[in-house]
């Protein structure tokens, strides 16, 4: 994921000031800082006219969407039944081995931060998560151990 400068009026000024807008410009925000910060989204209340009750309703709804400061890489690993049933737990259990925290919590060094979410279109393929944007499925132990090391390593190479 690419981090981007932004300010909440340019977003405003490209998706527009409609409630319609509110979405792409809170990915917007997300993008550009990996967190939407309550200043954030008193800011964005205030370019649409809004409350912000109800920008911080929607930041909170998505859980592709952090309010809370996270780490450099999301892992968001399918807890809905079809990746249940494909092992999902083996690798759960595995990647709270490795990483020494369960989900919700982010490591000390702040690489990874766990999380479970819904289905994420990938149940053929499952067990399946997102780290960040990219799609990682047919998880099993072993590859997860693989998968968090190749970002181990990718951040070391920064
Ligand atoms: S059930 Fe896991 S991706 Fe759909």
Redesign the pocket.
Known sequence: MTRIQYSVTDMANKHGRSREALLPILQDIYQAKHVISDEDMVNVARELDISAAHVYGTATFYSFLETQQSGKYIIRL???????MHG?NPVLQELERILKIKPGQTTPDGLFTLKET??????H????MLVNDNPHTQLTPESVREIIDSYRREALSY
């Not at 399918?78 to 249940?84: D, L, N, P, W």
């Not at 393929?125 to 399946?128: H, V």
């Open positions: 399918c807890k809905t039944i079809t990746c249940m999902k819904n289905c994420l279109g990938q149940c393929k499952g067990p399946a």
